[in-house]
């Protein structure tokens, strides 16, 4: 069973950064892509950005609302794929979690989710 871990969530001023981390127990490269995608009470799970092929192309996508403040990507040593978000406002406040799919069997493994609580 492939598990998957988010880390890295907690309250942060608007204005700020945090960065996200998604580990999972294989290495990303048997990974076909990666997503991160939130949840804001009352509202439903939305994609925020994600990154396929990992192991070739890792061509990335963002939600509108992200682009040019969030970056997502591969970290080789870690074993992780992150979420860099800058320019952070309270309008990101929500559970962010990850979503893993993997390459060849295409199995979809969710991540229990890691708050994110942008307020002054």
């Known amino acids: 069973q492939v598990q998957v871990a988010e880390a890295g969530g907690g309250l942060m001023q608007p204005g700020g950064s945090l960065r996200l981390s998604c580990a999972t127990s294989?290495?990303?490269?048997?990974?076909?892509?990666v997503g991160w995608y939130r949840q804001a009470p009352g509202r439903e799970r939305e994609l925020v950005a994600e990154?396929?092929?990992?192991?070739?192309?890792?061509?990335?996508d963002y939600a509108d609302s992200v682009k040019g403040r969030f970056t997502i990507s591969r970290d080789k040593a870690e074993n992780t794929v992150n979420l860099l978000m800058n320019s952070l406002s309270p309008d990101d406040t929500a559970i962010y979690y990850c979503?893993?799919?993997?390459?060849?069997?295409?199995?979809?493994?969710w991540g229990r989710g890691t708050q994110v609580t942008v307020s002054s």
């Open positions: 990154v396929v092929d990992i192991a070739n192309t890792a061509n990335t």
């Open positions: 294989i290495t990303i490269f048997d990974l076909y892509a």
């Open positions: 979503k893993i799919v993997v390459r060849g069997s295409r199995v979809t493994v």
